[in-house]
């Protein structure tokens, strides 16, 4: 099985560069809506048929699961490995041309699935430069892709370690928090009022980017449950259970308001998930407040 999730993640190092070569020229919105009726560019489209086309080729790898996408996708021979991935997340930042990134969930179990039948998570940034965080075995990985000198598929792209132990800062600095002020429940808007004093406003717009400053900085990044959508915006297989898996191998937490975001019952493949993930205590903060 651990042959299969390297092969795994060195197909997503190799299609990265193809997926950030692809961006230009794909800034315009699809006819159709994702499952989650959200408009979808040209980009998300292209990265999810290089992902899927790639992911299930590898053996051992049993199905494809896409943000993009309403149905799993089966390869032609069973396996172990069942892939969830958001192909392009933060796209809409495109077109403001800022971060973007890309997550791969990689479970031992068909989906949808729980958090703790993952067996490694990742995402890729698309950022200044193109790096690549890898969670397995409790341990965290960053590496960098260096994608301007190897944009042809099939170069043999490397992803270049450069820290063998990410762990969140014990200092939080930075927070982010999704949605619109006047959408978030009383509960949570007191938890910010609290954290706002402390900490500094770090919003992106592209989950990758502002778990990126949460990794690097200390802090805590959420997109809560609103008033208008209880369960929040971000989806449990795709971006809830590999992000609060990532977190938690770099010693921070999450939480969907009362839990670990691993433990939340997956019922459908495309369901929504308030998720809060950062610095243990304010994360610990966070269910304390969410509770009274
Ligand atoms: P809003 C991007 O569309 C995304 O799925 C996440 O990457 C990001 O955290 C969130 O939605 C941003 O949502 O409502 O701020 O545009």
Known sequence: MSDVITAVLDEVTETAPEIRAGLTGRREYQADENPSGEQMLAADVHADQLLEERILAVDGVGSYASEERDEIQEAEEDGDIHVACDPLDGSSNLKSNNVMGTIVAV??????????????AAYVLYGPITNMVV??????????IDCETQNAPGTGIERRPVDGD??????????????RVPDWPDDFASYVRDIEQELKLRYGGAMIGDVSQVLEYGGVFAYPALESATNGKLRLQFEGNPIGYIIESAGGRS????????DVEPTELHQRVPVHIGNADLIERLETALSD
């Open 166 to 179: 990410v762990t969140l800062p014990s200092d939080p600095v930075v927070y982010g928090f999704g949605g």
């Open 255 to 262: 939480s969907d308001g009362s839990q670990s975001l691993l």
């Open 135 to 144: 969670a397995r075995d409790d341990t965290v990985t960053e590496y960098v």
């Open 107 to 120: 479970y031992d179990e068909p989906l949808p699935a729980p958090g703790r039948a993952l067996r490694a």
